[in-house]
């Protein structure tokens, strides 16, 4: 395009106004200012000015900006208003920062230029956008780069809903379902699962001298399947999702716990006196123990073996979320569990947390239907903390089955 004189100042007022913004962007971009001799020729000559080379900290190479398309985002770029690492607004648009669940999914979202959508009657639009500028402002605001490896607008996605007219604006909790619905469309058409994620900068690459700051591999386990339930947990960024994948792997043991258990009982049993056989009070006890054992299979009872026998539950005990911890020591009236306590009081703390985890797992499964909590789940911001309870009880559940020999490793016992 030829530019015209006000054009000219506009983009002269806009990148003053950048420099402003974050001026560590200025020592890279000073001379993209137009002086007055420079200003006259231009229209002159009527000289054709179509892209502008604009540098963002901490990028290997200068960004190739339409000249139209930047002077028309003025109004955008002086609105932009950081919220959060992950959330940027300006008058007419709101930025999401997100991610792909690997290099494939950020492949086929670089490649695809057919993502936008529109909300039906309303004056709105949601697409996904690589390299924003909006986004690459923000970044350099926050400082967040490294000159030898770390950009502030190439590493970054973001869902942009836009607004035509900023008067229709959705308000946060609407804005919240619309962006939703999106990550759903493209998990569901391209099999794609975008996260949440925040403009960042990764930590440094050390060479560390001290090897103990790494955590040592242990020996390999016999694979089974309850590895991948724990890898799948692992991955996922969501807490109460991450809850529930961990709260699988400990399912996926307890039916062997509570069979092992009834497996010992009955032996036991079976190890009296021939002269019982004939008794028939004593067959019906092996009757109703038989019963007893069976209806421990219920989903409470059975994460409360998995409790009790795959995990060491005091070793454990301070990872819980400390109103777990307070439940436990009220109950009991201790001030701390330690090793020494009696049995019978391991079991019943095991079993305090079995039954609020277990309460919460519920509440989680069936939050929109018909559930009513009774005050026994955690809150909504102890997930963190629950999880790395998770996290090491399903790792030591793991390593109990492996441990396990495998006339044992059946779910029924013979």
């Known amino acids: ?39 006259n020729e231009i229209v002159t000559e009527e000289e054709d000015i179509t892209e502008i080379e604009f540098f963002f900290l901490g990028e290997q190479n200068y960004t190739t900006v339409i000249f139209e ?5 003025a109004d955008q770029i002086k609105s932009l208003m950081i919220i959060n690492e992950g959330f940027i607004k300006t008058k007419n648009h709101s930025f999401y920062i997100v991610s792909a669940n690997d290099s494939r999914g950020d492949f086929i979202l670089n490649e695809n230029h057919n993502l936008q959508l529109h909300v039906k009657e309303k004056k709105i639009s949601v697409d996904i956008v690589g390299e924003s500028i909006i986004v690459g402002l923000a970044a350099c605001k926050l400082a967040m780069y490294d000159d030898n490896y ?32 999106y990550l759903f469309e493209i998990a569901d058409t391209l099999n794609i699962a975008l996260i949440r994620t925040d403009i960042h900068l990764p930590e440094e690459y050390e060479y560390l001298e001290d090897e103990e700051q790494y955590e040592s591999l242990r020996e390999l386990e016999p694979f089974n399947e309850g590895m991948k339930l724990f890898t799948s947990a692992v991955q996922i960024e969501d807490e109460e999702l991450k809850f529930l994948n961990f709260y699988k792997v400990l399912e996926h043991y307890s039916p062997i716990a509570v069979n092992i258990e009834a497996n010992e009982l009955m032996r036991k049993k079976l190890d009296s006196p021939k002269s019982k056989f004939e008794d028939g009070d004593f067959i019906r006890s092996i009757f109703q123990l038989a019963n007893s054992m069976r209806d421990r299979f219920n989903d409470e009872d059975l994460i409360k073996s998995a409790f009790g026998t795959c995990v060491d539950f005091i070793g454990l005990y301070e990872e819980l979320p400390l109103s777990i911890q307070k439940k436990i020591t009220s109950h009991l009236k201790l001030k701390k569990l330690e090793y020494g306590i009696d049995r019978q009081q ?36 102890e997930f963190a903390q629950l999880n790395q309870f998770m996290k090491l009880a399903s790792s030591q559940a793991i390593r109990w089955y492996a441990r396990q020999p495998n006339h044992l490793k059946q779910e029924i016992i013979n």
């Not at 590493?155 to 607004?163: F, H, K, L, T, V």
């Not at 019943?348 to 026994?376: C, L, M, Q, W």
């Open 1 to 39: 395009m030829t530019p015209n004189r006000k054009q000219l100042l506009l983009f002269n007022d806009l990148i003053n106004w950048i420099f402003k913004f974050c001026p560590d962007l200025e020592d890279y971009n000073s001379d993209l200012i137009f002086d007055e001799e420079r200003i």
């Open 69 to 73: 398309e930047f002077i028309d985002l």
């Open 150 to 181: 770390w950009g502030t607008i190439t590493p970054y996605q973001a869902i942009n809903i836009s607004y035509e007219d900023h008067e229709c604006r959705l308000n946060d909790m609407d804005e919240l379902a619309l962006l939703n619905s």
């Open 346 to 381: 391991i079991s019943i703390a095991s079993n305090i947390a079995a039954k609020i985890i277990y309460k919460t797992r519920n509440k989680v499964v069936h939050a929109k239907s018909n559930f009513i909590p009774d005050g026994e789940e955690i809150k909504s911001d």
